[in-house]
């Protein structure tokens, strides 16, 4: 997966590119992934190699390190967003801020043993491909 991908936050303000390859792509079940997503997993690229830039609103950007753990999450001031962040030489990049397409599917369920009671699959629940009316 090399290239340039380009991605923002819900509201537009802050916009990014993520220049390079992710090595991996992981769906993160632990508590801390599924308390800042408020879902079932977090959706994260990573790449020890790739470069972020700020295109804009490098400004609007907060970063949140959870205190006594390597948890970190970065997010939109204006929209509340998850926006990438680096720390170190590690670029890590929510899947769900790029706007422009991901040919890769997920590497790996990780911290599945810490997964929601909740989450066991669906499979007699409808599927829609937009809001149901």
């Given at each position: 997966m090399?290239?340039?991908?380009?991605?923002?936050?819900l509201c537009g303000a802050?916009?990014?590119s993520v220049d390079g390859s992710f090595e991996r792509?992981?769906?993160c079940h632990c508590e801390h992934c599924r308390k800042d997503t408020g879902s079932a997993h977090a959706a994260s690229l990573f790449s020890q190699t790739a470069a972020l830039s700020w295109i804009s609103g490098r400004d609007k950007?907060?970063?949140?390190?959870?205190?006594?753990?390597?948890?970190?999450?970065?997010?939109?001031?204006?929209?509340g967003s998850a926006l990438p962040y680096a720390l170190g030489a590690m670029v890590v990049v929510p899947a769900g801020s790029l706007d422009t397409n991901l040919d890769h599917?997920?590497?790996?369920?990780?911290?599945?043993?810490?997964?929601?009671?909740?989450?066991?699959g669906f499979p007699g629940i409808p599927a829609f491909e937009a809001f149901p009316s």
């Open positions: 090399s290239s340039q991908h380009l991605g923002s936050c802050a916009r990014f792509f992981y769906l950007v907060v970063v949140y390190n959870l205190p006594q753990t390597r948890h970190t999450k970065a997010f939109c001031s204006v929209c599917i997920p590497d790996a369920h990780i911290f599945f043993a810490s997964k929601a009671g909740w989450e066991a």
